[in-house]
């Protein structure tokens, strides 16, 4: 090849990549969505999936034990030993929590036992942030000096400290506590219903999110007691069951992928409800927070569950 030919061939594929740069920087999110690749998604992992049955439906939990790994194993374990059926949801805070366990979990004489799962466990507030594979946000964050995702979980981040730490967004779970920082086991477990609860940052356990169910959680009648708890044992919801996704059949389990937070696609996407091209948009924001980077998930595909 001429050195006349080579620059053709390097003009028109830099064209091409212009070009196809072009047809992205365009496209709403819903087409940036539809125009994924299945690599761009991922399967949930059995192992660190929670299904709770709800008389109204099911809420599917991604654990994160990343960042809370003895939380994390030690809520399979209560899982695994049917540790929440027949328990409760016991508090619903507006604009606050959902907050669910043993109603009787204070009283030793009364209180479920819990099998062969901890009682105690260390606080697991943050971990290192570095060799942390963190897709960073350009954007500015008024609760941390950087933010981004991990395993599609939102990180906040502060490199002078050296530390990360899931953050409260909507749909995130955490591990209620005393006053004690390791009063936690993750028997008792609240997920965020309202605005993102950023101060709780940094104080309390998070073990991951919700990815299907919120609204069978977040539709509860709010709860007139102190705390959004409920009054009357009655008017508590009663869990019927939680399970880990390995020890259901697998004609049970939940059927839909997540998209992944590290490929070219999540990063179209994040541009897209940065900049809004929709025809229903007249002012665009060009900006994009922590909590609203929210990880889409499908039903699976056929070629996936093969």
Not at 92 to 117: C, F, H, I, R
Not at 214 to 240: D, H, S, V
């Amino acid at each position: 090849m001429t050195r006349l030919s080579r620059r053709h061939a390097f003009c028109a594929a830099w064209l091409s990549l212009l070009s196809a740069a072009a047809a992205t920087a365009s496209m709403t999110a819903a087409q940036v969505i539809e125009s994924t690749k299945p690599t761009d998604w991922r399967a949930l992992d059995p192992d660190n999936t929670l299904v709770m049955e709800l008389a109204a439906g099911q809420v599917v939990i991604e654990l994160a034990p990343r960042f809370a790994p003895r939380h994390a194993a030690n809520i399979r374990t209560l899982a695994h030993e049917g540790y929440w059926d027949g328990l409760a949801i016991l508090r619903v805070q507006d604009n606050y929590v959902t907050q669910w366990g043993d109603p009787d979990g204070e009283s030793p004489d009364k209180a479920k036992p819990l099998g062969s799962a901890q009682k105690k466990l260390p606080a697991e507030f943050s971990v290192p942030l570095k060799g942390l594979p963190l897709q960073r946000l350009p954007d500015v964050d008024g609760w941390a000096p950087v933010t981004g995702l991990v395993d599609g979980m939102p990180v906040a981040a502060d490199p002078r400290t050296g530390q990360a730490w899931l953050a409260h967004c909507y749909g995130m779970v955490g591990a209620g506590r005393d006053m004690a920082a390791d009063s936690s086991n993750g028997t008792e477990l609240y997920v965020v219903i309202g605005q993102p609860a950023r101060g709780l940052d940094l104080n309390i356990t998070v073990v991951g999110r919700v990815l299907q169910g919120m609204q069978w959680l977040a539709a509860l009648p709010r709860g007139t007691a102190e705390m959004g708890f409920y009054a009357q044992p009655q008017q508590r919801t009663t869990i019927q069951r939680v399970r880990l996704m390995a020890d259901m059949p697998e004609a049970e389990r939940p059927q839909f992928e997540v998209m992944r937070t590290d490929t070219d696609s999540w990063r179209q996407l994040l541009d897209a409800r940065r900049v809004r091209r929709e025809e229903w948009f007249v002012h665009s924001p060009r900006h994009i927070n922590l909590c609203n980077a929210s990880v889409p998930t499908r039903p699976r595909t056929a070629a996936a569950k093969g």
